[in-house]
């Protein structure tokens, strides 16, 4: 009975993942876009790349950068790694360090 409670949190846990990673998958798409929208004709201009991004509003720039710090947390600080953290930290307490 507890090792299908477990199986069931796990199955919640990799739900909720797999919901995460969508949503910011749909995040980095609408971003994309609408920098190609915006910027794309100054990117691609003599057909050539120019990656002079100084002109680049700043609002794309801090959009950029939250979507960098949640691909962090989603791909890097993952499920795994925060059950092996709390796990750590148990054994810890437990041998009362």
């Known amino acids: 009975m507890e090792n299908n409670e477990i199986e069931k949190m796990k199955y919640e846990a990799a739900k909720e993942h ?5 949503k910011f ?3 980095l798409l609408i971003f994309c876009i609408l920098f190609l929208l915006f910027y ?8 050539e790349l120019n990656f002079g991004f100084g002109r680049i509003s700043i609002i794309f720039w801090i959009w950029g950068i939250i979507l ?3 691909a962090v947390k989603l791909f890097v600080l993952d499920y795994d ?6 796990e750590k930290y148990i054994k810890n307490e437990e041998n009362g360090n």
């Open 40 to 47: 794309g004709s100054d990117l691609f201009s003599f057909n």
């Open 25 to 27: 998958v749909v995040s």
């Open 81 to 86: 790694w925060e059950r092996k953290t709390i």
């Open 68 to 70: 960098a710090v949640k």
């Open 18 to 22: 797999v919901a995460r990673i969508r």
